[in-house]
């Protein structure tokens, strides 16, 4: 009898130590995603979404998209303050005039594993703090902006009104993988940016692939 007390205390023992697997949410509406978003975690979405979507300062944040579309609602459509994390097949998308898909405010983190972000009046994707691109894909339908901005243009409109920090504060973007096209510049390193690119694909039939306004390193990729 006491053999058997001893081996379930130490199955118990095992079962406490085993890490605890947080469940994700699955969403289907505009209210329950920012719910979802603001308390942090994994969000799953489970149909196409119509919000724009923040992810506060002190939160971490793993999107899944599924192969759904979440759709901006006047504002960006997803605004990081965090550490944001986007996977699945699904899409990011913005037709808002002077809104992006996504802006990555500074000291924000996103790691952009998959998806595919798009829009058609405005930068797809605006970075004032540290992106990695490894598997999303960034399509600009629009001619008069560049798919992505990295670093500081030099007004508020296209800065969205935050200044730079200061004290050599650096944008800092990293593409490893993924496809980029479209736009007047299809990746534009801006004021105050850094570019590494690894690898990807690039195409534009409007303007440069890559536009530099400060320090780029290019080790990779097809143009």
């Not at 505009?30 to 969000?43: I, N, P, T």
């Not at 303007?207 to 306004?213: A, C, D, M």
Request: charged residues 15%; glycine residues 14%; proline residues 2%.
């Amino acid at each position: 009898m006491k053999k058997i007390i001893s081996i379930a205390l130490a199955l118990l023992m095992v079962a406490v130590m085993l890490p605890v697997m947080a469940m994700a949410a699955e969403v289907t509406t505009a209210e329950d995603l920012k719910a979802a978003v603001a308390a942090g975690g994994e969000v799953t979405l489970g149909a196409n979404i119509t919000a724009s979507i923040t992810i506060p300062k002190d939160k971490t944040v793993t999107l899944n998209l599924g192969a759904f579309t979440l759709t901006g609602d006047g504002d960006h459509t997803i605004t990081n303050n965090g550490t944001l994390t986007v996977v699945g097949s699904g899409k990011v998308e913005n037709t808002d005039g002077g809104k992006a898909a996504l802006f990555n405010n500074v000291n924000a983190i996103a790691n952009l594993n998959g998806g595919t972000f798009e829009g058609n009046t405005w930068y797809v994707i605006k970075n004032l703090g540290t992106i990695t691109v490894n598997g999303a894909s960034v399509t600009q339908n629009d001619a008069g902006s560049s798919a992505i901005d990295n670093g500081w243009y030099g007004n508020p409109g296209n800065d969205c009104n935050v200044n730079h920090p200061g004290n050599g504060y650096t944008a800092k973007l990293t593409i490893a993988n993924g496809n980029f096209s479209g736009g007047m510049n299809t990746v534009k390193n801006d004021d105050y940016g850094v570019l590494e690119i690894r690898g990807g694909t690039f195409s534009n039939t409007n303007g440069p692939t890559v536009l530099n306004w400060n320090v780029a390193t290019i080790s990779g990729g097809e143009f």
